[in-house]
């Protein structure tokens, strides 16, 4: 079992481009999590999602962040016209039901504005 | 919403010396506290957990403990050695399947050999 996978590990981007972040869950989970870790700060809920869903998006910023995972494929966050502000680390958790206890995140990606 | 406090943000010690980190929660209707330990550039993991109805769990030289009154838990590392070293992340959730994790601003623990 591979794991959570998440890529590209780093990526790097001018202010007013686009990211797109996946994050594929472990084999049989068809629930995904994100969360964002500004430096030095512990990480951050930003939304849920079910196979074709979002179940919660309480933790998103209101402009520019969306967040998929469509029927096939990973699951995508995109981060559009980002700012310097949006330089985080961006980690994805999964699970085989809702939440449940002490989920394993990805290898997360690290996300520099320049 | 729930708030989480974690401290102190640094600690250094001594190596085969204890660690003790501290965390309060504000929201009592929290019932599930896990910890993680992140290393430099590397992804959160989890090393012990503890659940509302349990008030200490240990797992070899790692202890946590719960005071659901004072709504504090901590984590107790024994024995300390260098790979010890990382940054600790207290959390708690609500509800039973709760998947919305609010983290403490974590620890710095630094063992000196």
């Known amino acids: 079992n591979a794991g959570v996978m998440q890529n590209p590990r ?35 809920f930003m ?39 949006d330089s985080a680390a961006y980690f994805c958790a999964s699970s085989s039901s809702e939440g449940g206890y002490g989920y394993t995140f990805g290898s997360g990606t690290r996300l520099t504005v320049v | 919403g729930e708030n989480v406090e974690q401290h102190p943000s640094t600690l250094s010690v001594q190596e085969g010396d204890s660690a003790v980190i501290k965390c309060t929660y504000s929201d009592s209707a929290s019932n599930y506290f896990p910890w993680y330990k992140q290393e430099l550039g590397k992804r959160p993991q989890l090393i012990i957990d ?28 024994t024995e300390t050695q260098p790979e010890d070293s990382a940054v600790y992340f207290c959390a708690a959730s609500i509800g039973a399947g709760s998947y919305q994790l609010t983290f403490g601003k974590g620890t710095k623990l630094s063992v000196i050999p």
């Open chain 1, 10 to 44: 780093h990526l790097v981007r001018r202010r007013g481009q686009e990211a797109r972040l996946r994050c594929s869950p472990m084999k049989g989970h068809s629930h995904v999590y994100w969360y964002r870790q500004l430096p030095e700060e512990g990480l951050k």
């Open chain 2, 50 to 77: 503890i659940r509302s109805n349990v008030g200490e769990k240990k797992d070899q030289r790692i202890a946590v403990t719960l005071n659901k009154t004072a709504k504090h838990f901590s984590l107790h590392i």
């Open chain 1, 47 to 85: 939304v849920y999602l079910q196979k074709e869903n979002i179940i919660d998006e309480s933790g998103m910023p209101k402009e520019r962040f969306s967040a998929e995972f469509p029927k096939e494929g990973p699951s995508i966050l995109r981060i559009q016209q980002v700012v310097r502000g």
